[in-house]
Every structure is written in C-alpha cells, then in structure tokens.
C-alpha cells in the first residue's frame, strides 16, 4: 500500500514557473514507477510525465514536452513536476501516481495509488 500526498500547486502568472510534489509513504517507494496527471475542468485525465523507478528513464505526453522536468529522490520518497513558462492552459488539478510496471504508463487506469491532487491555475 501507497498514500501520496501532492504540494506545491498555487496561483501564478503565465511565464512563471512551479514545482509540484509527491511525497509517499507505505512500503517500497523506490521500486514504483511514478506518474504525474492532470485534469482540467470538464476534460478528461490527461497523463503529463512519468519517471522509471530507479529514476534513469523518463517519458512525457507531447503537452509536456519542453516545460516539464519529472525526477524523483528515492531517499526522501517523493517524485517532482518541474513546470516551467507556465500557460493560461496549463491550469488543471495535478495528480501524482503510483503502478508497479512501466507498462502502458499513459493509462490512468493502470496505476494503482493516486494522490488527493494540488491545483494549479494561471492566470494570464
């Protein structure tokens, strides 16, 4: 069993920068493969980036790429959303996840554990 518990959303302006947190407890965080989702109002859940368990590999959905750094610290049990050059667009209720493979990690439905989510909103 897994909780995640994510922080580090707000209010900011277009052009700024957040970075989110997951931090999880239970048992065996590090050999999770951990994802970041995000939903906006009246859309549907949205995978944005995904890191391996060891941290080595990392994938991210084609709205995420080039703003968006994943990592995660298996010492301390938490996984990062970087989101830089923020957009009007970006604002959404971020979600972190947790699944035991690497297999089809876009799919929300295939991760186990989700947090309450942190909501971001910018404001242009």
């Known amino acids: 069993q897994v909780q995640l518990v994510e922080s580090g959303g707000g209010l900011v302006q277009a052009g700024g920068s957040l970075r989110l947190s997951c931090a999880a407890s239970?048992?065996?965080?590090?050999?999770?493969?951990m994802g970041w989702f995000r939903q906006a109002p009246g859309k549907e859940r949205e995978f944005v980036a995904v890191i391996g368990a060891s941290g080595e590999t990392s994938w991210y959905g084609s709205s995420a790429k080039g703003r968006f750094t994943i990592s995660r610290d298996n010492a301390k049990n938490t996984v990062y959303l970087q989101i830089d050059t923020l957009k009007p667009e970006d604002t959404a209720v971020y979600y972190c996840?947790?699944?035991?493979?690497?297999?089809?990690?876009?799919?929300?439905?295939?991760?186990?554990?989700w947090g309450q989510g942190t909501q971001v909103t910018v404001s242009s």
């Open positions: 996840a947790a699944k035991a493979t690497i297999l089809r990690f876009t799919t929300a439905s295939e991760y186990n554990y």
């Open positions: 239970g048992h065996s965080f590090s050999t999770y493969v």
